[in-house]
């Protein structure tokens, strides 16, 4: 699996930008996907994952109410559409893929099998 992440640019606090992540092959919709972000000098943190059935998300606290997670499985994509930004937010970007998967083992970046290269999101004050 391939994962295509894309969308990062610099936007002003309070703006608003749309993530994508693309990944290869015809298995996409057992996928479960996440994004996870890492500001310099820090850890890589869970953003935000939705399950590969049932349409389940789950958000980081920093982000529930500002960023939403969503998933085309005909085009093989995962968005992540964040508003309300914050300077805070400022970091690359990753996206990730488990087969399939459940619950809190979403928010934990071990759990996953693939990774995409990152995009870097900036927020200005």
């Known amino acids: 699996v391939q994962l295509q992440a894309s969308g990062g640019g610099l936007v002003q606090a309070g703006g608003s930008l749309r993530v994508s992540c693309v990944a290869s092959g015809r298995t996409f919709s057992r996928y479960s996907m996440g994004w996870f972000r890492q500001a310099p000098g820090k850890e890589r943190d869970f953003v935000a994952a939705i399950r590969w059935s049932g349409g389940f998300t789950y958000y980081a606290d920093s982000v529930k109410g500002r960023f939403t997670i969503s998933r085309d499985n005909a085009k093989n994509t995962v968005y992540l559409q964040m508003n309300s930004l914050k300077p805070g937010d400022t970091a690359v970007y990753y996206c990730?893929?488990?087969?399939?998967?459940?619950?809190?083992?979403?928010?934990?970046?071990?759990?996953?099998?693939?990774w995409g290269q990152g995009t870097l999101v900036t927020v200005s004050s």
């Open positions: 990730a893929s488990k087969d399939y998967g459940l619950g809190d083992e979403l928010q934990r970046p071990i759990a996953y099998d693939y």
